[in-house]
């Protein structure tokens, strides 16, 4: 594959739900893509590298396509679902025609209050860092059932259409968070799992600014030591590692996917100059940010 970088603009750039709708104002799309049906546009730029601010479940029924997930290739399978989240970086090696049913929903939708229930569900807090799911026949004919039925919901914009959608919604994704579950190791939901997810909200949106523990642990109003402890016992990981992990993924991301310096990264992602983010990368890695954007290109190409 060839690496496809953003050299015009330096960034990656983030793609909304608006964007990507035929309405241009909705927080949920229910389409078919298919030959027969017309195309429903996803990637506004699909060869080039970017993020989706939407969350999208995809049914695939015929297609063969490639494409990247952060730094995890797949290949289209046909009767197998895939998902993504928010902010993950998408890249697509080239355009194949592909049969399925795909739902796309908004964070502005999982916070409207009857909604709310479903954020908490394992295929939305995706804690195995997952994107597809095997089906079984029986899976195959529940989930085209589902979405058919909130495809025709969803054209016909009838009343109570958006209780409606939200209800099948519901359905599918506690069908497939059973799935999830049984094909992924399950998280018990405890308070303290639930402060660990809050904990990782809040580094994917404060990881540039903030790198130490009690920063968050400030924002989440307990002590440094007590945060360190639940992070510690629910994911076999120290606090200051996920932020180090986060600041890490975010590297490489940009070393990846743009051409911007090791100095500008650097400063992107809030280290005080260019020789510590050096040092940084290297000690969590075991090699320099321009040794891994030379290895991870001749990689990918």
Known sequence: MPVLTTTEKQVIPTYSLQESSDTGNSMIEIREAGTHCGSFRLDPAFLIPHRKDYYLFVLVKEGHNRHWIDFMPYTVK????????????????????????????????????????????????????????????????????????????????????????TSWLRVLVIYLSRLYTEQFSEACFTLNYCMLKSFQTLIGEHYASQHDVAAYAEKLSITPGHLTEVIKQQSGKTAITHIHERLIVEAKRRLLHTELSVKQIADELGFEDAAYFNRFFKRLTDTTPASYREQIREMYS
């Open 78 to 165: 046909r009767d197998t679902f895939y998902f993504t989240v928010p902010q993950q970086v998408h890249l697509k090696e080239y355009s194949a025609p592909m049969v399925g049913l795909l739902a796309c929903f908004t964070d502005e939708f999982l916070l409207l209050e009857e909604n709310r229930v479903l954020k908490q569900l394992p295929i939305i807090q995706n804690p195995a860092g997952a994107h597809e799911l095997l089906l079984n026949e029986q899976d195959i004919v529940f989930e085209e059932d589902v979405m058919r039925k909130m495809l025709a919901e969803f054209q016909a914009d009838g009343t109570w259409r958006n209780q409606m959608l």
